[in-house]
C-alpha cells in the first residue's frame, strides 16, 4: 500500500519538482528581436537596403520572421484583350486585407514549420494571405475567377519585390542556455516610405509558442525629399524649375559649343 | 551607380540612363533628326512607366532645343513670325494633349494610346525613311538617274497651294519668302503640340517635313524655326504635366540631358565623316525595331496581369 503510494504520488511529484527549475528556465527564456538599422534613409543614391535581424531564442525551437506593414487596401488595373487582338488595362481590381510589403524568413520550409490551419491563423504563407485577401472588382470576367486574380496579386506583388518567401534562410548558433539567430533581409527600394514591423515567431511542435516585434521605418531625406514635396505640393513651382534648369542648361551649352545641341 | 528618381519611384543605373542619353543624342547628332521618338520607348524598356518617360522626355527636349535655337538664331536662321504662329497652335495642342492624358490616366487608356501613337507615327515614319533612302542609293548607283534628278531640281518650281491659298488671313513670311493663311501654321502647331503631350517628342520629325514640303519654307530656315517652336512647345508641356499630372522627373531629365547633349555633338562630327543615304536606312531600320518591338508588346500576353492605377 505504503509502495504503491511512493510509486504512484512521490516518485513522480518529486520528479516534477526536480525539472520545475529547467521548465520555468525555458518559458523565462522570452523570444528577442532587434533590426540594424532601425531606420531606412531614401536619399539619391538608395537602391534598397540590407536589413540585419537578430535575437535570441529557446535552444531548439524553429523561427519565422514576417516582415511586413498593416493590411490594407490596395487597387489596380487589371489587362484584358481589346478589340480580341490587342493588350491593354481594360479595368479597375481592388483587393483587401493584403499587406502592402510582405517579406517571409524562416529556419525551415512553411510546410514542416506549420500545419495549413496554422499557417491561416498566424497569416504564414501566400496561402494564408490569399484565404485572408478579398477581391473587389464590377467585372463579371473576374469575379467568376478569384483564385486565379489573387494568385495574379501574388505574382504581381514578387515582381515588385514586394512579397517574398526565403524558406531555411535564418542561421542560428546554439547556446548553452540559449539560442541566437540572424537573417539577412534584402529591403526593396519599391517599398513605399512609412513604418514596417518585423515580427520574429518562435515554433515549437507545430505551433506558434512565442512572438517578438520590433519596428522600423522608411523615409526620404534630403533632395529626394525636397523635390517629391515639391512636385506633389508646389506643382507650378516645381513646373517653373525644371523649365528654367532645362533652358538655362540648353543655353548654356549652346553657347559652349556655338554649334547647337541635338535638334528635334 | 544608383539614383533613387522621386517620380518614377524607381532606382536606376545613372550611368545606364547617361549612356542612353548618349546614344540618343548621337543618334540626333548623326541623323539630324529628333531623339524624342526613340527617347520615350528607351525609358520604357528600363522600366520607367510610359506617363513619366514622356513627360521627362518634354523636359529634356527643352534643353536640348534650347541649345539648338540659340545657334540657329546667331545664324539669323529662325523665322520668329512663322515660329510664334507655330507656337499659338503647339500652346493649343500642348493644353488639349495634356488633357487627353489626364482623362486616359484615369481611365487606364493612357499607356494605350500612347503606344498606339507611337507604333502608327513611327510606324510611317520609319517606312517613308527606308523606301526613300532604298530609293536614292538605287538612283546614286545609276548615272542617268542622277543626271536627271540634277535637271529636276535645276528647274523652277511651280507653287500651287490650291486649298492652302484660298483660306483667310493670308500673311507675308519675309525670313521664309512665302506667303500662308496664319491659319495654316497654327493648325499644324496644334497637331504637332498633341503629340508632343502624348508622345512626349518636340515633333520635329513631324515639323520638319510639313514645313519643307507643306509650308515650303526654305530647308536653312526650317530646323531653326522648327526647334524655336518645339522649345516652347515643350515648355509648356513640361509644366503642364508638372501641374496636371504630377509626372515629370526632373533628376531623370537631368541624367538624360548630360548625355544627350554631349552624344548630339559627337553625332554631329560623325555625321560628317559618314555617307548620308546609309546612315538614313539605318536609322530607318532603328525606328522599324522601336515599332516592331511596341507591336509585340500589344499583341502579345502582357507577363503581369495585372498594372499599376494611372501609369504610376
Same mark, same amino acid.
Given at each position: ?264 | ?112 494610346? /500612347?503606344? #498606339?501613337?507611337?507604333?502608327? @507615327?513611327?510606324?510611317? *515614319? %520609319? +517606312?517613308?525613311? &527606308? ?80 514645313? /519643307?514640303? #507643306?509650308?515650303?519654307?526654305? @530647308?536653312?530656315?526650317? *530646323? %531653326? +524655326?522648327?526647334? &524655336? ?84
Amino acid at each position: 500500500m505504503c509502495k504503491s503510494i511512493i510509486r504512484q504520488f512521490v516518485i513522480p511529484l518529486l520528479a516534477a519538482l526536480l525539472f520545475l527549475p529547467l521548465a520555468t528556465v525555458r518559458s523565462a527564456q522570452a523570444l528577442t528581436c532587434q533590426v540594424n538599422p532601425n531606420k531606412v534613409d531614401i536619399n539619391l543614391s538608395y537602391h534598397g537596403a540590407t536589413l540585419t535581424v537578430t535575437g535570441e531564442n529557446t535552444a531548439g525551437d524553429e523561427l519565422i520572421i514576417r516582415i511586413g506593414n498593416a493590411a490594407g487596401e490596395t487597387h489596380y488595373k487589371y489587362m484584358g484583350k481589346a478589340g480580341g487582338f490587342f493588350w491593354m488595362k481594360k479595368g479597375d481590381v481592388g483587393f483587401k486585407n493584403v499587406p502592402g510589403v510582405y517579406l517571409l524568413y524562416t529556419s525551415r520550409d512553411i510546410e514542416h514549420l506549420l500545419d495549413p490551419a496554422g499557417q491561416q491563423a498566424n497569416l504564414i504563407g501566400y496561402e494564408a494571405l490569399k484565404a485572408a485577401a478579398e477581391m473587389e472588382t464590377a467585372s463579371d470576367e473576374l469575379n467568376g475567377n478569384e483564385a486565379r486574380w489573387k494568385e495574379e496579386f501574388i505574382r504581381f506583388k514578387e515582381h515588385q519585390n514586394l512579397y517574398a518567401i526565403h524558406s531555411g534562410t535564418i542561421t542560428r548558433q546554439h547556446g548553452a542556455a540559449s539560442d541566437t539567430y540572424q537573417a539577412e533581409v534584402a529591403w526593396p527600394y519599391q517599398a513605399a516610405p512609412g513604418t514596417y514591423t518585423v515580427e520574429a515567431m518562435a515554433v515549437r511542435n507545430g505551433q506558434v509558442v512565442e512572438r517578438s516585434q520590433v519596428e522600423f521605418t522608411v523615409g526620404r531625406t534630403g533632395v529626394v525629399a525636397w523635390l517629391s514635396n515639391l512636385a506633389f505640393n508646389r506643382p507650378a513651382v516645381y513646373g517653373i524649375m525644371a523649365v528654367v534648369v532645362a533652358i538655362i542648361a540648353g543655353f548654356a551649352v549652346g553657347m559652349v559649343f556655338r554649334k547647337g545641341g541635338g535638334a528635334h | 551607380m544608383y539614383m533613387y528618381l522621386p517620380i518614377a519611384l524607381a532606382s536606376v543605373n545613372y550611368l545606364l540612363v547617361i549612356g542612353l542619353g548618349l546614344g540618343v543624342g548621337l543618334l540626333s547628332g548623326l541623323f539630324g533628326v529628333g531623339g524624342g521618338f526613340l527617347m520615350t520607348p528607351l525609358l520604357m524598356m528600363i522600366g520607367i512607366p510610359p506617363t513619366i518617360a514622356a513627360a521627362t522626355d518634354a523636359n529634356q527636349i527643352v534643353a536640348a532645343s534650347a541649345s539648338g535655337t540659340y545657334a540657329h538664331w546667331r545664324l539669323g536662321n529662325v523665322d520668329f513670325k512663322m515660329g510664334l504662329y507655330l507656337l499659338v497652335g503647339g500652346f493649343v495642342g500642348g493644353a488639349v494633349g495634356v488633357q487627353i492624358i489626364k482623362f486616359l490616366s484615369a481611365t487606364g487608356g493612357a499607356d494605350f494610346l /500612347i503606344k #498606339m501613337t507611337y507604333v502608327v @507615327m513611327l510606324g510611317l *515614319v %520609319g +517606312t517613308f525613311m &527606308f523606301f526613300e533612302s532604298l530609293n536614292a542609293l538605287r538612283k546614286a548607283k545609276n548615272p542617268a538617274h542622277v543626271a536627271a534628278a540634277a535637271a529636276k531640281s535645276a528647274a523652277p518650281v511651280e507653287k500651287k497651294q490650291g486649298f492652302f491659298a484660298s483660306l483667310p488671313l493670308q500673311t507675308y513670311f519675309v525670313k521664309s519668302g512665302v506667303t500662308h493663311s496664319a491659319l495654316v501654321p497654327i493648325a499644324l502647331g496644334t497637331f504637332v503640340g498633341i503629340l508632343a503631350a502624348i508622345m512626349g517628342v518636340g515633333g520635329g520629325f513631324l515639323m520638319v517635313p510639313v514645313m /519643307i514640303y #507643306m509650308l515650303r519654307m526654305p @530647308m536653312h530656315v526650317v *530646323v %531653326g +524655326t522648327s526647334l &524655336f517652336q518645339i522649345m516652347f512647345t515643350c515648355m509648356e508641356v513640361t509644366f503642364l504635366q508638372c501641374t496636371s499630372n504630377k509626372t515629370v522627373d526632373f533628376l531623370l531629365a537631368i541624367l538624360l540631358l548630360l548625355g544627350s547633349v554631349f552624344g548630339a555633338q559627337i553625332g554631329t562630327i560623325l555625321g560628317k565623316k559618314l555617307h548620308g543615304d546609309q546612315l538614313k536606312i539605318l536609322l530607318a531600320i532603328l525606328v522599324l525595331a522601336v515599332t516592331a518591338k511596341i507591336v509585340l508588346e500589344l499583341v502579345m500576353e502582357p507577363s503581369m496581369m495585372l498594372a499599376m492605377k494611372g501609369g504610376h
